[in-house]
């Protein structure tokens, strides 16, 4: 049976293709930085300067990166399901926006978002291009030094968990793509899945931690295996 409702969670090896460093590959980011230093809120409470140097180097290590086949397919899939009164949600852990100049839209970003700063006083969120620094102030509450990325660190809570898992119980089929398994919560809708007695997919370029939890798997390169898939969902249609 096809689908009505999908939903779609994605992580740093769907962009591994566009040039984005995965964490825990070979020569990912964890194997060169102690996520206990640039990704935690001890780590930048100890020493902002270091943590917005952290993520001014990922800034820029995304600025001309480029939607691959996998993120145009997907965008393809969500509209393909729209127009036929379907649902495709796109969740991803990532915080660059391939997904959108892929196509996709309405992304659910449950870690944050590279292009954005947060004020760490008084919460405002708001687009920023440039490198981010201690002089900075907040356009809301003016408070000089206290923007930080809109990034989740270790320790924090994920952000639109209500409606992500609304969404996940609401959905006929659950796919993960390109993700390790290793970081809660998201690592866990696969077994929310199951409970709700939905169908489970997963992509990947090798078995993930959670391999044995899904009904199905594709393994291989997201670039190759995610648009050959959405093909054939969309030829059932
Ligand atoms: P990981 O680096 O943990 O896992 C990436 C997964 O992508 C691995 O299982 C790879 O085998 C797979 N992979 C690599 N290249 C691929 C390709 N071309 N096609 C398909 N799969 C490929 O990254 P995530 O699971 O996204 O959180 O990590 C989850 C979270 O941990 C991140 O969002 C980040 C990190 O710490 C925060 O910073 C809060």
Redesign the pocket.
């Known amino acids: 049976m096809v689908p009505a409702k999908i939903f779609i969670l994605t992580?740093?090896?769907v962009s591994?293709?566009s040039g984005l460093s995965?964490?825990?590959?070979k020569g990912?980011l964890?194997a060169e930085y102690r996520?206990e230093d640039v990704?935690s809120l001890a780590g930048y409470e100890r020493d902002p300067a270091r943590v917005l140097e952290f993520y001014n180097l990922r800034r820029n290590s995304h600025r001309d990166v480029r939607p691959n086949p996998a993120h145009v397919a997907l965008g393809q899939l969500q509209r393909a399901w729209a127009g036929r009164g379907g649902e495709v949600t796109i969740c991803t852990?990532?915080i660059d926006h391939l997904h959108e100049a892929g196509g996709a839209e309405n992304v659910i970003h449950m870690?944050g978002e590279i292009g954005k700063v947060r004020c760490h006083d008084c919460g405002d969120v708001t687009a920023a291009d440039g490198e981010l620094s201690l002089a900075l102030g907040c356009g809301a509450c003016g408070r000089i030094g206290g923007l930080r990325p809109h990034?989740?660190?270790?320790g924090e809570t994920p952000l639109e968990m209500d409606t992500i898992y609304e969404k996940l119980a609401a959905a006929d089929l659950f796919v993960s793509i390109?993700?390790?398994g290793?970081?809660y919560p998201a690592a866990g809708f696969v077994a929310a899945a199951r409970s709700g007695d939905i169908e489970t997919m997963e992509i990947?370029?090798?078995p993930?931690e959670n391999a044995f939890l899904f009904d199905a798997a594709r393994y291989g390169?997201?670039?190759e295996i995610v648009p050959a898939w959405a093909a054939e969902l969309i030829g059932q249609m």
């Open positions: 992580g740093a090896g591994a293709e995965t964490f825990r590959d990912g964890w996520v990704a852990q990532n870690h990034v989740v660190w270790f390109g993700t390790s290793a970081v990947n370029l090798e993930s390169k997201a670039s």
